[in-house]
T-cell receptor, first 113, second 109 residues
Framework: DAGVTQSPTHLIKTRGQQVTLRCSPK?????VSWYQQALGQGPQFIFQ???????QRGNFPDRFSGHQFPNYSSELNVNALLLGDSALYLC????????????FGPGTRLLVL | GNSVTQMEGPVTLSEEAFLTINCTYT??????LFWYVQYPGEGLQLLLK?????DKGSNKGFEATYRKETTSFHLEKGSVQVSDSAVYFC????????FGTGTSLTVIP
């Protein structure tokens, strides 16, 4: 039973570029949440998707957007990258009826130069 | 609003020492409380949780009790091992998850 997988593992971009990160949830899970973890900080909630719609959103600008596909996998898109977007981006999956039990992927390390 | 305040690290202990990592929270309503652990190069793993006041969460020798009167959820372990070296995050769930800044623990032989 595969856990949560994320791709790519590492990514380097320059300011102003756009990036897409991908997440496949744990088998059987229908809900995906995305977090940003800056160096030395705790994860910050970006948004959550289920039934292919954004359901909850944290305090992040519209440059951060997402998508969920019919197979429950998800993408996080960040436009107009800033240096401050450099972070570890974590995906977590859960069941809609038990959202408090979430499983995290290993993350994608994004460096913006 | 909702927030979590964690004891700052880093914390360095000798093997078999007693561990306490303090965590206090501010929340609207009655959140569930969690401890997550992050080993180097890995994502977060749920360590334990408590969903209501006076509940005790426990796992792998770690314990934490949900104290509503002091709005605290301190993590404890009676005898740490080298393999417990990691970063520990306290979190609350109230429509979304709110994490503390993490406490780095190093256990030396």
């Amino acid at each position: 039973d595969a856990g949560v997988t994320q791709s790519p593992t590492h990514l380097i971009k320059t300011r102003g570029q756009q990036v897409t990160l991908r997440c496949s949830p744990k088998s059987g899970h229908d809900t995906v949440s995305w977090y940003q973890q800056a160096l030395g900080q705790g994860p910050q909630f970006i948004f959550q998707y289920y039934e292919e719609e954004e359901r909850q959103r944290g305090n992040f600008p519209d440059r951060f957007s997402g998508h969920q596909f019919p197979n429950y996998s998800s993408e996080l898109n960040v436009n107009a990258l800033l240096l401050g977007d450099s972070a570890l981006y974590l995906c977590a999956s859960s069941l809609r009826q038990n959202q408090e039990t979430q499983y995290f992927g290993p993350g994608t390390r994004l460096l913006v130069l | 609003g909702n927030s979590v305040t964690q004891m700052e690290g880093p914390v360095t202990l000798s093997e078999e020492a007693f561990l306490t990592i303090n965590c206090t929270y501010t929340a609207t309503g009655y959140p569930s409380l969690f401890w997550y652990v992050q080993y180097p190069g890995e994502g977060l793993q749920l360590l334990l949780k408590a969903t209501k006041a006076d509940d005790k969460g426990s796992n792998k020798g770690f314990e934490a009790t949900y104290r509503k009167e002091t709005t605290s959820f301190h993590l404890e372990k009676g005898s740490v091992q080298v393999s417990d070296s990691a970063v520990y995050f306290c979190a609350l769930s109230r429509n979304q998850f709110y994490f503390g800044t993490g406490t780095s623990l190093t256990v030396i032989p």
